[in-house]
């Protein structure tokens, strides 16, 4: 655990940039700080490895105060990853990679092995390993950045703004990663970021900061959108946070069975198997898109389908299922199970009454629409 025993940072000039923080990040979890910009994030999370020096209070490392640890011995066992890796652009990108093991000593041989190994759990083709960050994508490098800070296998990752450079769909992307990435390793991680998705994303415990270095809340990220402890967070974590907590919840989505079609089926079935409009063409059991009868031909093709729409799993968030039914065009929001394979539809308003049957607590008959799992129909 790393903890912030009333730690404050005031730098020369009077700027009081942390303001006597008292936090836990427990073992093996992520802790993220967030809040606006200059509010101390990237000096809290620098006083850590210290690369700045708190001005009082301590910060302690498995109890041990690290003003006592030697900072090469400190730093040894943290791993730290900045915004858009923070590659030396004049090494390759195994060479930046083994930084750290070459540091410790490590012959040239097995640094390097290394490094290539981490390539691959950082999901970067072997090819990359002689290339100069220059040729990468911004997203390849963050990567890069994150296999860097995992070389030694530090238990302790610090991450300032890690996925910011980088455009909304990579983002997405290296998070989801980051998250089974963490799921495998198991780090302690404290991570920086100002926006409020990403902490609420991938935090199991949220820090929010207010500008002078004050810590206002420190909750998960439930806890937070529901009850964010005044009106500066309420503000910071935003208005749509209702919505947002629905990712929280996870209910018993009212699974519909859902009449498909095969490619090759004849028009006239798909005709009579669809509704409002809309058949769910599917192959295998598992679904490919959305056909509308204005668009058939003499039989369905998998070219003309449209899936259109989010995906749910059976099980998972009510946001997930209220978004798959919200951004369907038929409508009705394809379910799946975890292997991917179709287990029918479901509607906004029956996920709106599962919604409301969890925010009364009432645990009687499911809504009058959305009686759980039907097997779906097959064709
Ligand atoms: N070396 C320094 N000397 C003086 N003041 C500093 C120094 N570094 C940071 N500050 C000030 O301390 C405050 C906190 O800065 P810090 O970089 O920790 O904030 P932050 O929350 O990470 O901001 P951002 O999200 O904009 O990066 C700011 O007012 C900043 O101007």
Request: charged content about 25%; proline content about 7%; aromatic content about 4%.
């Amino acid at each position: 655990m790393i903890r912030f025993e009333k730690v404050t940072k005031r730098y020369p000039g009077g700027t009081i940039a942390v303001d006597e923080v008292t936090l836990d990040a427990p073992t093996g979890a992520i802790t993220v700080l967030v809040g606006p910009s200059g509010c101390g994030k990237t000096t809290s999370l620098r006083m850590v490895n210290r690369m700045i020096e708190p001005t009082s209070g301590r910060i302690l490392l498995d109890d041990t105060d690290t003003a006592r640890i030697p900072e090469p011995a400190l730093r040894r066992g943290i791993g730290y990853v900045i915004q858009q890796g923070g590659l030396f652009p004049h090494q390759s990108i195994e060479r930046n990679i083994a930084t750290v093991p070459l540091l410790l000593g490590w012959e040239k041989k097995r640094a390097y092995a290394r490094a290539r190994e981490l390539l691959e759990v950082v999901g970067l083709p072997a090819e990359m390993a002689t290339r100069y960050p220059g040729q990468l994508s911004g997203g390849q490098q963050q990567r890069v950045g994150v296999a860097r800070a995992l070389a030694a296998d530090p238990p302790v990752m610090l991450m300032d703004e890690p996925f910011s450079a980088v455009d909304p769909v990579v983002r997405t992307q290296l998070q989801d990663e980051f998250l089974r990435l963490q799921g495998e390793l198991g780090k302690t991680i404290i991570l920086v970021t100002h926006d409020i998705d990403e902490a609420v994303k991938l935090g199991d415990l949220v820090a929010v900061l207010r500008v002078g270095g004050r810590l206002a809340q420190v909750a998960t990220p439930e806890e937070l959108l529901a009850h964010p402890a005044d009106d500066f967070v309420a503000d910071f974590v935003g208005r749509d946070r209702g919505y947002r907590a629905l990712s929280f919840v996870e209910g018993e989505v009212p699974v519909q069975a859902e009449p498909t079609v095969a490619p090759g089926d004849g028009a006239d079935l798909a005709r009579s198997r669809a509704v409002d409009g809309w058949v769910l063409v599917a192959e295998d059991g598992r679904p490919l898109g959305w056909l509308h009868t204005d668009w058939l031909r003499a039989e369905v093709s998998a070219d003309r389908v449209a899936l259109g729409g989010t995906l749910a799993t059976q099980g998972g968030p009510l946001r997930a299922a209220l978004d798959a039914a919200l951004s369907s065009p038929s409508g009705r929001g394809v379910v799946v199970d975890g292997d991917g394979r179709l287990l029918g539809t479901v509607r906004a308003r029956d996920v709106l009454a599962e919604v409301e049957r969890h925010r009364t607590g009432s645990t009687g008959q499911a809504p009058a629409q959305g009686r759980p799992t039907q097997a779906p129909v097959q064709t």
